[in-house]
């Protein structure tokens, strides 16, 4: 499923406009993205937690000349399924 087919299926179960159903998937995307900025996290009961993991810095390889690089340290989003998301998969 892509965004916009999301968009449609929020617009049917909820009977509103694709344009207002959007709309509503752009704030929750956007609050998760601004929490997540603050190094909060995001706890949808049932569905799943979004947090911030952090990356060391490591060594790497360039593969085309094979000389090692340094690979910075960098925060990475991480998403930790639900009890109730996990049991609906089984």
Request: a positive charge.
């Amino acid at each position: 499923m892509n965004k916009s087919e999301l968009i449609e299926h929020i617009a049917r179960q909820a009977d509103i406009s694709k344009a207002a159903a959007g709309r509503a998937l752009e704030s929750v995307v956007g609050g998760i993205r601004t929490t997540l900025k603050k190094n909060g996290s995001v706890t949808l009961v049932g569905f799943g937690t979004f947090t911030v993991g952090k990356r060391a810095a490591r060594t790497g390889r360039n593969p085309q000349t094979g000389a090692s690089i340094r690979i910075e340290a960098a925060k990475v989003p991480k998403f930790r399924a639900g009890k109730a998301l996990k049991d609906a998969l089984n």
